[in-house]
């Protein structure tokens, strides 16, 4: 076991060579990690590395993975307060290690006291530049993109922090083969235009020019999650909508009453099953606009919408709107892919795609991908 | 989120329902875990689960891994002191989970420190009955069967508790391929005669009849380590003895010099690069008798030298060993396996088995024990 | 070995208890076989079997594959003349055996000679009755679904039959995973609107409705090859179409003069790169017409278009096809599903898709072909 | 379609880059192959070549596989008589194509008549000099080394040459695994010191040393396949013996009546069910005398008994009789290498190992051989 030298603590703030992951306000003291898959990375030597976490919640607690040399070695919850946490311990101090720590779950909307927060390192070694990673990709999804069901039994059911896994998703999978940076915006249940159970609220679009704007309690605000964010710092190359799957539900639920207002709101069918036309109209003009949003905030990023874990019924709807945005804006750096479907081997946890079936869309996904960036 | 029941707290000794894995005492105020593999078992309603753990070390610390369902949904260091870890939270009070802990990392003798200990379970549910499991492993080996290496990136070098993995070892995937109970006596670096440096104290065979012999300190002593261990507690259907790794190396390494006596040990190689005869015929000689060691305290196991990961250059002699134990003795219900050899594309970090390995070596070993218990 | 009974020999036309199968004219002695996975399939008993097979070409040979209970035991290519060839010899002529037949290679058009039949079965045992298998499959297509390239290096580059394997195609897979009986009617190079390379006269539409319209030659049409084909007598409970992919080349080929007229013909790019309005809605047109072609002879089966495994850049256009088609026909049973695009990894001879290719293919369109039959 | 030049026909005797494959006698006009896995081996140019192939038998028919560029395209039963047999036809003149011819079938020993010659060939192009492979294995076995069971499904139990299969053995498996030259030696059902029926006469190594002598047929020794085999010759670097799995059947099976001296012939087990020990010591006397007779036949080769796809019950013993062998000789180059057991999801036709259990097979024989070799 290798002596340790003195650790030394060192605020985030402070430190040149720390890999922001995911999207976050400017603000470093501390670091408020809002995202499914954010967190930080870096290349250090020393023997022993710590991080000061703060977490805090009121049911939904935060979850984080540890990974050394790409190897995920912990996944663990957090316990509240303010806390030093072990990255790792008796290392070679000469060596340089790759270090990553990523929050395993999304926002936690319901949850007003949800946080997370980095405040210092603390260690004996040095940290190393890190070569920001060539390619971009940016994830837009529901609970597919935020690895819900991507660990747990097939006979989960509780709707519970445990069962998220970013370190599973298709999106850092995909990441990941493609050796890229990555950042996702995704809510388990939300759609294009509104969630599963009607609620026009709970549509990703709404949110898509903040923070992270889905997190609306009062500390949240504090936390900078409704600022606008800033495009210009971090431009994909590839924006990747994974959209639609809540939108189909939709269909099926009971209306959503707003309470305030009074209005209801539903996707209706017609009597033979079928959408119905107006209804099923909405939903695509809702995804031309969203395109319209994308492209104005990611002016040379590719936009592909990437649907199908779940099945395809949007898929039709998905492509008319499309081609609509493309005939009406001239605009082709656009296209639509068909993800795999989730089988029965490849089920995870709440119905929902399994650690194979994420690893199976990453595969495809990657590949077209890489078509396209060449 | 499901509101949680009072949480009622459970001093271990007092549960019934609680399985204990791995080689102990019969104390249980607290409970303390010394093998790799070991921990407990339970099945349980309620909505949350907490555990209070005890920890210490001077250098090697502690890693457990969290179970739901059959699911490794955790994996941890732990910190020093006296702690609750949360188990899990949130979920379905009147569903029945089946919540395993596992100690990841083997008896660190070298740290005088290392402590873990259970005291008490926490929550708001109630525990059921758990059928014991009608096959008993035993693993008795080295490095290997402590899994290390089991995890971490091919790179990895340093000798660390972060890189012992009891979860990936192919111990517990043979007992879970055969819906096994098992426990574990394993020493990196140790074999049947000395360890890899020659070093004839590290010889497992020395502390085979004690609860964890191999662990030698003050406070060891005092938590029962080398109390005799109750064999009839816990009779093995098969024992596994993965030895012979490090007898191998010991051929190939300096001699071990006895500081007290000043004598030194050595297994020689001849000038043409062949084992020195009688020193294999040691190695020979003390397999036979761990044999007979083997069989007085299991008189109905059938005992399993099974062997091979690391290469196979000792399986001659052991075969030999084997035949004249089962001459001599008249003992049928003995027999040897040849493990699959870690291949490039399966190696883990440290140069020992990876993941894939582990799995392989668990398909055939079980395979072959499957047979042997019809 | 066996001792074989008295050899008997049995036209084909009077045999009840062999299914053929693949589109052919009502004509049994002999039997004329045209497409790929063309064959007969039947249940025996006996120790022997033959087939009298009678084949000819100028240079395009035939091939023939033989299966024996579900695996494949020969995969042959045939000699000129009329011959027995054994299928089987030697086994218990109490056991009933199910043999298959599969001609392994499309309708070889260029070659005007091209011809093979099945004359009579010689053998000691009795037919049995097949059960018709309950599920229907039709499968339109080019090269990917004549199985071109599923056999063979990657170095191969000759465009010659023994690269063609209908058993290795993904038509033949699907099928099989389905439990269902096939047909194929698919032209290597052919496609919607054109060929490969702008001849409108090899589009596949426009001899959908004969027999095996493809096959011009003189000794093609005595055999019945222009004949109108009989759709009431099978008809398919699902309609696969898997062409555009050489419309996209089309695109990319200089025009093609029709020595008749002096016409040209060519699919034309924008300078930009982009398709031509024009020439895309031409094919966008062709789809839709095809589709009511194809309803009209299969008035309830599903039609779906299955695209991709040599990318996707048409997918868009048969989208906005197939969804004009559903808008103005009011027809329901009509969709579109991304085939996984072959990789480095799955390709096969003549950079087309490889077995691996092919099963991956496979598997997923079995998949939602399954979900559509439910 | 390539136009062919004028076919040449050119007697195999008079052609310098025919590599032959498996044991036979220096004749060449024509040669006769007899073992399975054996055959021819070139490089050529040309648009079209034929091999001129003669065959003839009672009942146990000869079978070919027919290999390009490394893929096996072909694989037929051959009709009797005297035939020409288009390998490849209509490919691009100038390329050179790697071809091998196959013969698929072990000697078939009961059928006086069975006779397998190749007498020319028949192309345009011209033969090129192919490079001998570095490394030469020899494979000594039974059923298992004839590749029985390889092909087929799982229902099959006729002892046919249809289920042989030299191209799923594992024997060429591990061969093209290390770019091997190889030779097979195997006869089904055939053991060390008897057959499994204990008949003493079918025993490997009485007929080691010549040519084919389990061909004892008049015309078999007509064609020389009693003739001293020249070991000079080709003398591989391994020698994998995969005898015992017969010999463990003997035991268990009734004696064996030598109808001219009225001999009986049977290895015994005990009452309690275990080996007579004169009956094991007896095999395992012939274990270490054939080791002898290999290394007077092989002086450098490296001796690896290599066995256990069917289970290992012979183990021990192989281990004894290696071992004394290697005690009383002083050889060092010999060793035992335990293959992983058929599976039920490896087993293929007539309870034996399928093509996946081959391909298991070779892929750790293979590893193992590597390391030899170093």
Redesign the interface.
Same mark, same amino acid.
């Given at each position: 076991? !290798?002596q340790q030298h003195k650790l030394i603590t060192m605020p985030l703030a402070e430190l040149e060579h720390v890999i922001i992951n995911g999207r976050t306000t400017g603000e470093r003291s501390p670091l408020t990690l809002f995202w499914s898959g954010s967190g930080i990375e870096l290349h250090t030597t020393g023997s022993q590395l710590e991080l000061e976490v703060e977490t805090d919640y009121d049911?939904?607690?935060q979850w984080l993975s540890i990974w050394?040399?790409?190897?995920q !070695?912990?996944?663990?919850?957090l316990?509240k307060g303010r806390n030093w946490l072990?990255l790792?311990?008796?290392?070679?101090p000469e060596k340089v290690k790759h270090v990553q720590v990523v929050k395993e779950v999304q926002p936690m909307g319901?949850?007003q006291l949800s946080l997370l927060q980095f405040h210092a390192l603390r260690g004996d070694g040095r940290l190393q530049p890190v070569a920001s990673k060539p390619v971009r990709l940016e994830f837009i999804g529901d609970s597919i993109t935020s690895g819900e069901g991507g660990?747990?039994?097939r006979?989960?059911?509780?709707?519970?922090?445990?069962w998220f896994s970013a370190s599973d998703s298709y999106a850092k999978l995909t990441a990941d083969a493609l050796g890229a940076d990555y950042r996702v915006i995704s809510q388990s249940g939300w759609g294009m235009l509104s969630s599963w159970d009607n609620n026009p609220n709970h549509a990703i679009p709404l949110y898509y020019e903040q923070v992270c704007g889905v997190l609306t309690g009062e500390r949240h605000k504090q936390l900078g999650a409704q600022q606008a964010y800033q495009f210009a710092t971090w431009q994909p190359h590839v924006v990747v909508i994974n959209l639609a799957t809540n939108d189909y539900s939709a269909f099926h639920q009971p209306a959503w009453k707003d309470e305030a207002s009074g209005q209801l709101y539903k996707q209706r069918l017609l009597p033979d099953g079928?959408f119905h036309p107006d209804d099923l109209a909405r939903f695509e003009l809702a995804v031309q606009q969203f395109l319209e949003k994308l492209r104005s905030c990611n002016p040379d990023a590719h936009l592909l919408w990437a649907y199908?874990m779940l099945?395809?019924p949007m898929?039709?709807a998905i492509?008319?709107a499309?081609?609509r945005y493309?005939q009406q804006s001239g605009d082709?750096k656009v296209?639509?892919?068909?993800l795999?479907?989730m089988?029965d081997a490849t089920t995870g946890?709440r119905s929902h795609p399994g650690k194979l079936a994420h690893a199976k869309a990453a595969e495809?996904l990657a590949?077209?991908i890489a078509?396209l960036l060449h």
């Amino acid at each position: 076991m !290798v002596q340790q030298h003195k650790l030394i603590t060192m605020p985030l703030a402070e430190l040149e060579h720390v890999i922001i992951n995911g999207r976050t306000t400017g603000e470093r003291s501390p670091l408020t990690l809002f995202w499914s898959g954010s967190g930080i990375e870096l290349h250090t030597t020393g023997s022993q590395l710590e991080l000061e976490v703060e977490t805090d919640y009121d049911h939904a607690e935060q979850w984080l993975s540890i990974w050394i040399n790409g190897v995920q !070695v912990s996944r663990l919850m957090l316990q509240k307060g303010r806390n030093w946490l072990t990255l790792f311990r008796g290392m070679n101090p000469e060596k340089v290690k790759h270090v990553q720590v990523v929050k395993e779950v999304q926002p936690m909307g319901a949850d007003q006291l949800s946080l997370l927060q980095f405040h210092a390192l603390r260690g004996d070694g040095r940290l190393q530049p890190v070569a920001s990673k060539p390619v971009r990709l940016e994830f837009i999804g529901d609970s597919i993109t935020s690895g819900e069901g991507g660990i747990g039994a097939r006979e989960e059911e509780d709707w519970i922090p445990m069962w998220f896994s970013a370190s599973d998703s298709y999106a850092k999978l995909t990441a990941d083969a493609l050796g890229a940076d990555y950042r996702v915006i995704s809510q388990s249940g939300w759609g294009m235009l509104s969630s599963w159970d009607n609620n026009p609220n709970h549509a990703i679009p709404l949110y898509y020019e903040q923070v992270c704007g889905v997190l609306t309690g009062e500390r949240h605000k504090q936390l900078g999650a409704q600022q606008a964010y800033q495009f210009a710092t971090w431009q994909p190359h590839v924006v990747v909508i994974n959209l639609a799957t809540n939108d189909y539900s939709a269909f099926h639920q009971p209306a959503w009453k707003d309470e305030a207002s009074g209005q209801l709101y539903k996707q209706r069918l017609l009597p033979d099953g079928s959408f119905h036309p107006d209804d099923l109209a909405r939903f695509e003009l809702a995804v031309q606009q969203f395109l319209e949003k994308l492209r104005s905030c990611n002016p040379d990023a590719h936009l592909l919408w990437a649907y199908g874990m779940l099945g395809t019924p949007m898929l039709p709807a998905i492509y008319r709107a499309v081609d609509r945005y493309m005939q009406q804006s001239g605009d082709r750096k656009v296209s639509v892919f068909q993800l795999p479907s989730m089988t029965d081997a490849t089920t995870g946890a709440r119905s929902h795609p399994g650690k194979l079936a994420h690893a199976k869309a990453a595969e495809e996904l990657a590949g077209y991908i890489a078509e396209l960036l060449h």
